[in-house]
């Protein structure tokens, strides 16, 4: 069974700075295009970031450009989203997800994390 597990959720300042991460099992972590997504209350989830298979490509939404980094860590099958600047707005749960493909789609992705709530006080 494929299991994906967030952490590192929180409450922030706005202007602070949080790093969730994601682990999954190994066999998953290496055959997949990793991806975050994040969902605020009576919104539907939207695409944060992507990063490749081999980890040689990201993609972020404008809304995060510059400010949020994804990366991920071979060795202990875990992947990262590094949060700077944080700003109220950027107050939702944050998902991680599986997909075969490079993508910034819901559906493109197979497996999906429990969330980890993030919140930004102004």
């Known amino acids: 069974q494929v299991q994906l597990v967030e952490s590192g959720g929180g409450l922030v300042q706005a202007g602070g700075s949080l790093r969730l991460s994601c682990a999954t099992s190994g066999r998953t972590f290496s055959s997949s295009s990793m991806g975050w997504f994040r969902q605020a209350p009576g919104k539907e989830r939207e695409f944060v970031a992507y990063?490749?298979?081999?980890?040689?490509?990201?993609y972020y939404a404008d809304s995060v450009k510059g400010r949020f980094a994804i990366s991920r860590d071979f060795a202990k099958n875990i992947l990262y989203l590094q949060m700077n600047s944080l700003k109220p707005e950027d107050t939702a749960v944050y998902y991680c997800a599986a997909a075969r493909v490079d993508s910034t789609v819901v559906a493109a992705y197979n497996y999906w994390g429990q969330g980890t709530q993030v919140t930004v006080s102004s």
């Open positions: 990063i490749s298979r081999l980890g040689g490509s990201t």
